[in-house]
């Protein structure tokens, strides 16, 4: 295995001048060999570029990388590796030439917002540093906890990328974001980069839904009133349809629907069963495009024996139909027609 230097950095450079760094491996073996090239910081170790290829038998291949001249000396080992020998190890120094920035520039800004789940959002800010070496922040306003440069500050090298993460929780639906990303000259802060960003998210909220009943005892085919509300956190849901289930055997049937006004509430009446027992309701909205179907907790009725009434008190309608419905047939010819259908049989 052989290697020939193609391009070398050079003694000196102007800040921002294109390092080369270039070499052809040649391999004069019977079989593929896989190098690997690295860059490295000889005073860190830090790896700063990394590339793995395969040069098959008898043959030639090109391989390098660059690097911007920063605002300082630039020092860089290259190493070129095959298997456990290594076959290239040199350290370069290039000394920096003519002035260079006092402070970094972050004016080349890119900036990504992703709703999963509302409120939940993800800000991902890339921030390319062309100029000097030094503090960079980030701030952002429109979250539920703003970001502030005191959890953002961070150190960026000339001619690298600030890369910032932020999960946080949006107030609403629709929220405008305000990024700006800028760089510390001592502590004062300067800004590079502004951006404002329109983030609305079709997720559905979720819902809180109230349901009472008037009372708690009836009887037979007695009017009971309900009443309730809903809600997403603190904010109503106006003109949407809720329906009232009450549950029988194991199944949930529907028997009343009400429409929630401009506050968020909703009323309406059922008729209680009629056979005495305990029946449980509920209240639930079927969901929309914009809200997450919800259910309220459950609440008893206690349907109860019709109790004696005096002749004073009147009859009310919803009495002859709770007793209708108990009768049968024969019993309701008997409360209609009395004798006069016996004598017709007879006859």
Sequence with gaps: MKVE????????????????LEFVIENDEEEEKRVLFLVLDPDTGEKLFGRELRVGAGESKGVGCSFRMPDENLKIESKIICGEKTLYDKTFEVGLSG???????????????????????????RAENIGASGEAYLTISGLEENVTPDTTRMMVRAFSVAEWVVEGHLPKPKTQLKVEVGHYE??????????????????????????????????PGEEVRFRGFLRHGDEPIPDADVI????????????GKARTRSDGSFSGIIIAP??????????????????KAGSS???????????????????RL??????????????????????????????
């Design 186 to 219: 001592g502590e004062e802060k300067v800004r590079d980069y502004t951006s404002i960003l329109d983030v609305e998210t079709s997720v559905p909220l979720a819902t809180t839904i109230a349901f009472a009943l008037g009372r708690r005892i009836a009887e």
């Design 99 to 125: 002035g260079a920035p006092l402070y970094p520039d972050l004016r080349h800004a890119k900036v990504s917002c992703e709703v999963e789940e509302f409120p939940k959002v993800k800000v991902v800010v």
């Design 244 to 255: 009232v289930l009450q549950k029988s055997d194991d199944t949930w049937l529907e028997v």
């Design 274 to 291: 009629f056979e005495e027992g305990l029946y449980y309701y509920r209240a639930e909205f079927p969901g929309s495009s914009e809200y």
């Design 297 to 315: 907790g459950t609440v008893l009725l206690e349907v109860v024996k019709r109790r004696e009434r005096t002749k004073e008190e009147p009859v």
């Design 5 to 20: 230097e193609v391009s070398i950095p050079p003694e000196s450079a102007a800040f921002g001048d294109e390092v080369r």
């Design 318 to 347: 919803v009495d002859v139909i709770a007793e209708a419905a108990r009768m049968t047939v024969e019993d309701l010819r008997k409360a209609i027609f009395g004798r006069r259908t016996r004598r017709s049989n007879i006859a």
